[in-house]
């Protein structure tokens, strides 16, 4: 019994010693990065040398790497402490990270109105025109099929789940199962908001990361890499990388750009865990600063007169 007891409170201190290590090591890692930048930029030359099939692979390897983490985590770890000593710097924080949400939100929220538009095109080209292609522009003109068309629809109401999803969010437009949160004082809603961003927004959003970073990748280049994929076994591989993106469709003539769809699940993801960083440091300054705290600062939506949405009948 001893000894289990002993071996338990090794693997403990193990585990913290580790975790105390890497953040100790993303001072170091961040340094390195930014007095060589050659080791992660030289991908973007045209030059196509091993150096850049080197660096193109490091890229892939970090971005979903545990040093990558740690280093997330000690951006965490600092602006928070920052935010203890001067709560206006983790105000700052808020709301630009809320801006961003909002401003990227009501961006492509107009992908709504696109998709909508270019829906009635397609039904005149083909009902009234009786056309079985879009052509647009002069000289070298752009066309595709119909059902190119037809199918890049997909891609507008991505746009939309993806890019305006911490938007409503901010916007307290989610859909919200209420067993408890209601019935609680104003303290205790923020701490079980700070526990659900750090044990449910924060795991979710690195857990679907490492995945859907990898499943990016093997959409533009080969050999395919794979998320379990060592910095030495890409490197093996990087002397017979080369792009090749994606550009296969799900139908004869259909849309092309499928890579796009998991571009667009990477920057979802990164705007998630940008946000759950922003709701744990509102929640934890609402709760420091009591009720007259909340919704500070928040950038919501207000409905003019006249735009309220008609929610009653007359009989």
Request: hydrophobic share 55%; proline share 3%.
């Amino acid at each position: 019994m001893e000894d289990t007891g002993q071996s338990f409170l090794g693997a403990l201190f193990g585990g913290i010693w580790w975790i105390v290590q890497n953040i100790g090591l993303a001072f170091y890692n961040f340094g390195y990065a930014l007095t060589h930048p050659s080791s992660w930029l030289d991908w973007m030359s045209w030059e196509n040398t091993l150096e850049d099939k080197q660096s193109l692979m490091q890229l892939v390897f970090y971005g979903a790497s545990v040093e990558f983490f740690f280093f997330a985590l000690t951006v965490f770890l600092v602006i928070f402490a920052i935010g203890l000593w001067q709560r206006t710097v983790l105000w700052g924080v808020v709301r630009g990270l809320e801006g961003l949400a909002n401003t990227v939100g009501r961006f492509f929220a107009w992908a709504g109105l696109l998709m909508v538009l270019q829906q009635v095109v397609i039904v005149f080209m083909q009902r009234i025109f009786t056309r079985p292609d879009i052509v647009f522009g002069f000289g070298v003109p752009l066309q595709f099929d119909i059902s190119w068309y037809a199918e890049e629809l997909k891609l507008y109401n991505s746009m939309v789940v993806a890019l305006c999803l911490t938007y409503t969010f901010v916007q307290g437009g989610h859909v919200r199962v209420d067993l408890i949160y209601a019935a609680v004082s104003h303290r205790t809603k923020r701490v079980i908001d700070m526990f659900g961003s750090l044990f449910f927004m924060l795991p979710m959003a690195v857990l679907i990361w490492m995945y859907s970073w990898a499943f990016l990748w093997r959409s533009l280049i080969v050999p395919p890499v794979n998320s379990t994929d060592q910095l030495d076994r890409l490197m093996l591989k990087a002397r017979a990388v080369r792009w090749n993106v994606e550009t296969i469709g799900f139908s004869p003539n259909g849309f092309t750009g499928y890579f796009l769809f998991k571009v667009l699940m990477v920057l979802m993801v990164g705007m998630i865990f940008l946000h759950a960083w922003a709701f744990f440091f509102r929640s934890y300054l609402e709760w420091v600063e009591g009720e007259e705290a909340d919704g500070k600062h928040l950038d919501k939506d207000v409905l003019e007169a006249g735009e309220e949405p008609y929610d009653h009948a007359e009989f």
